[in-house]
């Protein structure tokens, strides 16, 4: 989130505050772990959701924060890199190819910093010193899956990677003396009157209260490259994307999934869980009905709604385990009734470490099911630059199947021996791209799962 405000006018700086904290807020489930504002030069942040207006305003008059421009960050975990500390940056994607900055030309006395701050001033060194726009866009540009948000002094910087990996949108007010770069278009349904415009692919822009808005350079567009996540979990459902709502969208990436699992399954019921597979959940019950005599379309058996609202919404998980280690008790709970002596498959948005789907199927044959599937409505995570991610890839269940399974079939039937369900489904990148409406040659896997799909 970055904002800057072109009225030199003291009340400004309220008005900055106030879009600021307001456009975090719409975003603020891309990251519940931590949070920061950078104004002016001045920096607020810690970890959680971001609190009460009441508390917040405490702590801005306490930080003292004012001025015509900010940065907002919102995070799944505690910052990556170190120098996040000191420098006025926010990322959205990941860097690659990192290894050698350290023997760049322009790296100075950055060699020894973290990827992040070695990028941060070879790019600052390209753009001020050398006063190269283009090759300060093709630098980021190699190095950067995403979106990044640099404030330097009084002036920001923004630019989005040439494949468009993730979304970036510029809003201008209505009298052209406010402008706010977000990373989903979300932010329209509470700033109608706003235009939304988005940034474009390699655009590399320097907003400053003299300038304006300034196109420093553009890169020649590449392929379009998306991550996918942004479909399943990433973005808010309001937001929308060729004219359809991600709800939308993530209904029918369930009912494609469906209509082509329909042959391989027999259920009675699905449910969702987390809460974020429901439109998933929906769109594969409403394909499953055409297929299954009273199929029973339910809104979830395993309530955890609560759990996941928790403040620090990542690490909940943590605690539900720590709380069945201590209790025996879970966060979650069955509703028996429902589940009894039906056949029943958990939609599971993402399996990682399949922590998460064990803990319910234990609890779930606890209430006395025939039998338990696992639908997976993203592809197979083997690589911790899946944004949206925070388990090091090291731990994710799939990770030890790379280079030994050459269909999804046969790591379905690994996964689910692991998990101790019935079947595993996992979906595909031609599956998932057909429900998105693109091209899966427009979405960004890890190379392994671009050729791993069903027989």
């Known amino acids: 989130m970055a904002i800057y405000n072109f009225n030199t006018k003291r009340e400004s700086s309220d008005e900055v505050l106030y879009y600021l904290v307001s456009a975090m807020r719409m975003v603020q489930h891309r990251g519940k772990a931590y949070w920061k504002m950078m104004v002016g030069e001045r920096v607020l942040e810690s970890e959680g959701s971001i609190p009460s207006n009441e508390v917040l305003s405490k702590l801005i008059k306490k930080k003292r924060l004012m001025g015509s421009n900010a940065i907002g960050y919102l995070s799944k975990r505690a910052p990556l890199f170190p120098s996040m500390n000191s420098i006025r940056i926010a990322l959205d994607g990941f860097l690659v190819d990192t290894e050698k900055l350290h023997l760049h030309p322009y790296i100075g006395s950055a060699k020894d910093g973290d990827p992040l701050f070695q990028i941060y001033s070879i790019f600052i060194r390209l753009i001020q010193e050398k006063k190269d726009s283009s090759r300060a866009a093709e630098f980021l540009d190699r190095h950067l899956r995403g979106n990044i948000m640099l404030k330097v002094k009084d002036s920001i910087f923004v630019f989005r990677n040439s494949t468009g990996f993730k979304p970036l949108i510029m809003a201008l007010a209505p009298n052209n003396n406010l402008v706010i770069f977000s990373s989903e278009n979300s932010l329209q349904n509470s700033f109608s009157k706003f235009s939304y415009t988005d940034v474009k692919m390699g655009q590399l822009l320097k907003i400053t209260c003299r300038d304006f808005i300034q196109e420093l350079t553009i890169l020649d567009s590449n392929k379009m490259l998306m991550d996918p996540f942004e479909f399943i979990r990433e973005s808010h459902v309001t937001s929308t994307f060729n004219n359809k709502s991600i709800y939308t969208i993530r209904r029918n990436i369930g009912k494609v999934q469906a209509n082509y699992l329909a042959r391989y399954i027999d259920l009675d019921t699905v449910y969702a869980e987390p809460d974020y597979t429901r439109p998933m959940a929906l769109g594969i019950g409403i394909e499953l009905q055409k297929s299954i005599l009273n199929f029973e379309i339910s809104e979830g058996v395993i309530k955890d709604r609560y759990d996941d609202s928790d403040h620090m919404i990542d690490f909940s998980e943590e605690e539900s385990k720590n709380k069945l280690l201590t209790t025996g008790k879970s966060l979650k709970f069955i509703l028996e009734n429902i589940t009894k002596d039906k056949k029943v498959a958990s939609i ?54 790379i280079g030994k399974v050459t269909s999804l079939e046969k790591l379905n039937r690994y996964i689910a021996k692991e998990l101790e369900c019935e079947k595993t489904f996992y979906n595909s990148p031609y599956l998932l791209s057909k429900g998105i409406g693109i091209s899966e040659n427009n979405l960004w896997f890890p190379e392994w799962i671009r050729f791993l799909d069903y027989e």
Do not use: H, M, W
């Not at 606890?366 to 592809?379: A, L, T």
């Open 348 to 401: 599971q948005g993402t399996i990682q470490t399949g922590s998460t789907a064990k803990e319910t199927i234990y609890y779930l044959n606890k209430s006395g099911v025939k039998k338990i599937d696992v639908i997976v409505c993203y592809v197979p995570t083997i690589d911790g630059r899946q944004v949206g991610l925070y388990t090091s890839n090291r731990d994710f269940i799939a990770n030890k199947y």
